[in-house]
């Protein structure tokens, strides 16, 4: 069945004439009747009782014009659908974020896309950043928020964001009163980081191998408040993104630089390669890219 000639044999219906029908329409009389014909003659049955003056619709006639008209009403909307996915944007996009990067940034992402697309929702899905990453080359999310670097055979990477990594301690520590510390100096010291599937562990663990030393982890956790409440309990140091110490609302926290070397943590939004993009994301995307969030 073509769609056309649906269109012809509801034109025809809808004006109870072939000619009538074709003064409404940019079809001739010899048109609309060879299409109703070849409709008929595909559902094997008659559509019009051609016995009257006027058309009238056979029992089969009826179940055709009723349904056809569901059909090009869905199509219509299926336009409009279309359109509005394009132009307003709809759908829900999933993204994986470690609860550290969630915390500093996913609230101010989540509000500025908001503002311009509110029909579209951002799922949030907690995790490592190994996690993510496995989660997006299995496509079970849309983009992941990692710290960089990522693999560039699997991923399209768009960096994001770089932050100094500093020391935090409390206060009475016995370095707290220092403008800066090498990462040697800290070879005695008791850590507290993240746990082993969250890319900043491995980071601060290679780079205090770099500095000569292994650092000795006395406690892990997932959760970056929870880490730095151990802190605050003179329990041990961390090292953590800058950023973060905005977040904090105790004064008992100190934070001081890190040179030899220094450290940085590079954010960075990664989306499978060659895997499809729903207009939303690709607007998410791009307002990332451009630092619009």
């Known amino acids: 069945m073509e769609l056309r000639d649906l269109k012809s ?39 019009f009782d051609r016995s009257t003056r006027n058309l009238r619709l056979t029992d089969a006639g009826r179940i055709v014009y009723q349904q056809g008209h569901k059909v090009l009403g869905a199509l219509a909307e299926l336009d409009i659908l279309l359109d509005e996915l394009i132009e307003i944007g709809v759908g829900e996009i999933k993204m994986g974020v470690p609860p550290l990067v969630g915390t500093l940034f996913f609230p101010r992402i989540a509000e500025k896309f908001h503002k311009k697309y509110p029909q579209v929702t951002l799922k949030l899905v907690e995790l490592g950043a190994k996690r993510i990453c496995q989660l997006v080359e299995d496509g079970e999310i849309d983009l992941g928020m990692i710290v960089l670097p990522a693999n560039e055979q699997q991923f399209d990477i768009y960096p994001f964001i770089q932050d100094e990594i500093v020391l935090y301690l409390h206060e009475d520590h016995r370095l707290a009163q220092k403008g800066s510390v090498s990462l040697s100096e800290l070879k005695d010291e008791k850590f507290i980081l993240f746990a082993e599937d969250f ?17 000795d982890i006395s406690y892990q956790s997932s959760q970056w408040d929870l880490i730095i409440e151990l802190v605050l309990s003179n329990l041990g140091i961390t090292l953590m993104p800058k950023s973060v110490h905005n977040k904090l609302l105790n004064s008992n926290i100190k934070i001081i630089s890190v040179d030899s070397p220094h450290l940085y943590w590079e954010l960075g939004i990664i989306t499978k390669n060659e895997a499809y993009q729903s207009f939303a994301l690709k607007e998410l995307l791009k307002m990332l890219e451009n630092n619009e969030i």
């Open 199 to 215: 890319s900043l562990y491995d980071y601060i663990k290679h780079s205090c191998e770099k500095a000569g030393f292994s650092p």
């Open 9 to 47: 044999f509801i034109e025809v219906a809808a004006h109870k004439s072939f000619t009538k029908a074709a003064a409404h329409s940019y079809l001739t009389q010899p048109s609309l009747s060879k299409a109703v014909k070849k409709l008929e003659e595909e559902l094997h049955v008659e559509l």
